[in-house]
């Protein structure tokens, strides 16, 4: 069946520039998860979506990044005049209904975002 | 610092050995998870463990939670190929906050 899908898989950009990642989660599933994964490092929680609404914004970097949900499906990333620090995979995920629950989360396979 | 400290970062051992992977925390947590990554395919989920004490199995991969709720290991016996890749432990730290390991890299050599 159908699994969580992003887009582009690769992105290869110049500092400055702004960059759209978008994610399509499992068709039903009301929870959308951003993360971010840089070399070497754990995967960073960026923010999280129930519905079209995203009560944790918490982790978001700067306000050079932002995210939208729409109709409860599709999701973006977007960052804005991108930092070479930026470079990292970007990995959505979805899950039926959400962290309080405690269901399992399903991941795309990623993008990965190059500033150079 | 990690919440999660994972260990060890990177593995390398012989097809056919065993080997295990932890994953701590100093906090005690409401949820352990296990993942596996292939670049290109995404986070495979593994297992889920809640209970302190629980113990699953899949395969060859069985997965600890300790009575205190803040450590887990992830055990692999007679290792093959296919079970190269990155494991990633994750976390609910609280009811709305999820963390990850930094992962620990397996290579497995025939």
């Known amino acids: 069946g159908a699994g969580v899908s992003q887009s582009p898989s690769n992105k290869v950009t110049e500092k400055g520039k702004d960059v759209e990642l978008r994610c399509d989660p499992i068709?039903?599933?009301?929870?959308l998860y951003w993360y971010r994964q840089s070399l070497g490092q754990g995967l960073e929680f960026l923010i999280y979506?129930?519905?079209?609404?995203?009560p944790d914004k918490s982790g978001l970097p700067s306000d050079r990044f932002s995210a939208e949900r729409t109709g409860g499906s599709v999701s973006t990333l977007t960052i804005q005049r991108t930092q070479q620090e930026d470079s990292a995979v970007y990995l959505c995920?979805?899950?039926?209904w959400g962290p309080g629950s405690r269901d399992e989360q399903f991941f795309g396979p990623g993008t990965r975002l190059t500033v150079l | 610092s990690q919440e999660l400290e994972q260990s060890p970062q990177s593995l390398i051992v012989q097809e056919g050995k065993n080997l295990t992977i932890n994953c701590t925390s100093s906090?005690?947590?409401?949820?352990l998870y296990w993942y596996k990554q292939k670049y290109g395919e995404g986070l495979i989920f593994l297992m889920m463990?809640?209970?302190?004490?629980e113990e699953k199995s899949h395969e060859k991969i069985t997965a600890k939670l300790d009575e205190k709720k803040q450590q887990s290991s992830l055990h692999i016996t007679a290792s093959q190929p296919s079970h190269a890749g990155i494991y990633l432990c994750?976390?609910?730290?609280?009811?709305?906050?999820?963390?990850f390991g930094a992962g620990t890299r397996l290579t497995v050599k025939p």
């Open positions: 994750g976390a609910d730290m609280s009811p709305n906050d999820m963390r």
């Open positions: 906090k005690t947590l409401y949820g």
């Open positions: 068709s039903g599933h009301t929870a």
């Open positions: 463990l809640q209970k302190g004490g």
């Open positions: 979506f129930q519905g079209n609404s995203a």
């Open positions: 995920a979805s899950s039926l």
